[in-house]
């Protein structure tokens, strides 16, 4: 069982959390203050979860830990709503920050994940499961309750979002959180095959019928060496349904209303117990009205539907979704973890994000492969491989260093307005700066206070 100590959760909810915790297999030493904390931690290593309900003001009990014991983890537990936390807390060295209502699961997997990269065992792989899904914003708040929701019932999920958007990490959470989710997690991308190809892959290779089968009965047959009997008791999750042939997709609809198969080999009646989900884009809604989709297969898919927002329209996870994925590329690379300073993590909460979460992943991979050391990443890194348009790296030709100063400063002070809705208090706190000097330098690089409100 793995061990935390919990700094500063309010007494009202010690009960549901360490209820929570242990259900995780993680055991809970409680400390109402920074220094009973320190006292418990000479006498047990282990990780700290540092509660922010007190605000900023609770980060000095991670500076004085920091200072007695540079080398302890630590994790922030943050209230949804005050989404400004969870940037203090990425800046002030937390491993990961966790919104309420805090899971159990995800703590345990945290703390494993990060063990394992201090450990440097092995090059950790992406990860694809709930981890990565950060719900500090209210619109992944409303896509935590549908995981909930969907987790609880076999019928079917459609995923809906940009490329990005996070729509098979969804599909795992939901994979992994059901009660019989001891089966297998399938992926099928369907545009992957031509149309013989997919039926293969799917029901595996036609075998002859004997007298005994059960075929008269119109059921599908499906091979022991098809996908689809690979998925038997787990989750069939499907990429691009709409390129699918019309013939799949009818053999498909037929299993998901049957929920029985014949084995072909044996000719034998089989359960078709399988979870069916699909990750669409936009233009999916199109293919159904176009016929591109059965109608049979499309409310099959679509018992429950979970529409993922845009990185951009959730700014309040980016902060702690980059320190993730900062921390995970550092440890495949096997170098210590690097931090994003203030000014970087304020700029990259303002980029568009047209590639969403896979698009932040490979600009913070091109920063980590761009440094020449140090531990700490600047605004002039970020720089270094993106344009405040969102349109590729390009150095305008001609003109001094100041007027390229210039430029930067105008086009950074609009972002971060932009940003923070126009609001002069929050852009001057992420500028670090004071009012006063944005008002004058507002008024000096004629940027208007322009809010979409």
Known sequence: MKSVLYLGCPGPERADTERLLSAANVSVIWADNVAYA???LQRHDVPVLLDLSRGAAALQNAREIRNHRASTLMFAVVDARRPDLTTEAVLAGMADVFARPLG????????ERELKYESREADPEPHTNGDDLYSHSASMRDVMTLIARASTMRAGVLIRGEEGTGRQVVARAIHSLQSSGNGLFIVINCAAYDPDELDLNLFGPAVRRTNGDQE???LERVSRHGRLHEALGGTLYL???????TRVQARLARLLRDREAVLAESG?????????????DAGFDDAVREGRVRDDLYRRLSVLRIDMPPLRNRREDIPALANYFMR???ASLRIPPKTLSRSALSLIAALPWRGNATELRMLLESVVHGLQGGRGIGLEDVLAHVRLDGGPVVFAKGGTLKQARVRFERDYIAAVLEQHRGRISEAAKALGIQ???LYRKMRSLRVSRASRQ
């Open 268 to 280: 034998q009646p089989i359960d078709f117990d399988v979870r069916p989900m699909a990750g669409v």
């Open 38 to 40: 320190l006292n418990e």
């Open 104 to 111: 159990g699961r995800r703590v345990a997997n945290a703390i």
């Open 435 to 437: 009012r006063t000097n």
């Open 216 to 218: 008269s009965k119109g």
């Open 239 to 245: 990429q691009n349904i709409a390129e699918a042939p």
């Open 328 to 330: 995970e590329i550092c």
